[in-house]
């Protein structure tokens, strides 16, 4: 199992920053990628970004965050990061971290969520 922790969400205003963190914990060492999904009310959860964990760091984004949003990774600490620039009202949503195991095609661990609010 492993087990994922989002921090940093909050209210911000259109053209702000903000940095999202996910602490990992537990079976770390199955994991091959790292990333971050959204969901905004009344809307599917969507990809975000991810990133390779335990060997390539390769990196990935939807083209609606791509050139404003950041992921990244810090494996002495079992953390990954989504730094967001430039945020939209778009963006608003609850964000998730989640983890895919290298036996696995799909994210099978995620965290409780974090919530964005950028107001229009």
């Known amino acids: 199992q492993v087990q994922l922790v989002e921090s940093g969400g909050g209210l911000v205003q259109a053209g702000d920053s903000l940095r999202l963190s996910c602490a990992a914990s537990?079976?770390?060492?199955?994991?091959?990628?790292m990333g971050w999904f959204r969901q905004a009310p009344g809307k599917e959860r969507e990809f975000v970004a991810s990133i390779g964990w335990n060997g390539s760091s390769r990196t990935n984004y939807a083209d609606s965050v791509e050139g404003r949003f950041t992921i990244s990774r810090d494996i002495t600490k079992n953390t990954v990061y989504l730094q967001m620039s430039s945020l939209k009202p778009e963006d608003s949503a609850v964000y998730y971290c989640?983890?895919?195991?290298?036996?696995?095609?799909?994210?099978?661990?995620w965290g409780q969520g974090t919530q964005v609010t950028v107001p229009s």
């Open positions: 537990g079976r770390t060492f199955s994991v091959a990628t």
């Open positions: 989640a983890a895919r195991s290298s036996d696995s095609i799909s994210f099978r661990y």
